[in-house]
Nanobody
């Protein structure tokens, strides 16, 4: 079992930055593909970014490319999402997740999920 806990969310003005962290416990995440998703009330959970288990490969939702950066520190069992140039449409609950498979970009491909952290971007 892997337990995931997100932190770093909050309220920020448009154009600002936030860094989300996802701390894992229970077992090492060094062999897992790690992803970030987001979800607004009444909407489906949306893929944001994914990073391979060694960190050598990343993939992003088109609308966040060039603004968001996913990274990981396997020694700290932690994954990060640096979010710059935030826009009001980035307002959502952000979730991190762990997948056994590679290049996982769909909700059903992920085995473990955190509880989410709220990101609110004001205009």
């Amino acid at each position: 079992q892997v337990q995931l806990v997100e932190s770093g969310g909050g309220l920020v003005q448009a154009g600002g930055s936030l860094r989300l962290s996802c701390a894992a416990s229970g077992r090492t995440i060094s062999t897992y593909t790690m992803g970030w998703f987001r979800q607004a009330p009444g909407k489906e959970r949306e893929f944001v970014a994914v990073i391979s288990w060694r960190g050598g490969s990343t993939y992003y939702l088109d609308s966040v490319k060039g603004r968001f950066t996913i990274s990981r520190d396997n020694a700290k069992n932690t994954v990060y999402l640096q979010m710059n140039s935030l826009k009001p449409e980035d307002t959502d609950v952000y979730y991190c997740a762990a997948a056994s498979g590679s290049r996982a970009k769909r909700v059903y491909e992920y085995d473990y999920w955190g509880q989410g952290t709220q990101v609110t971007v004001s205009s």
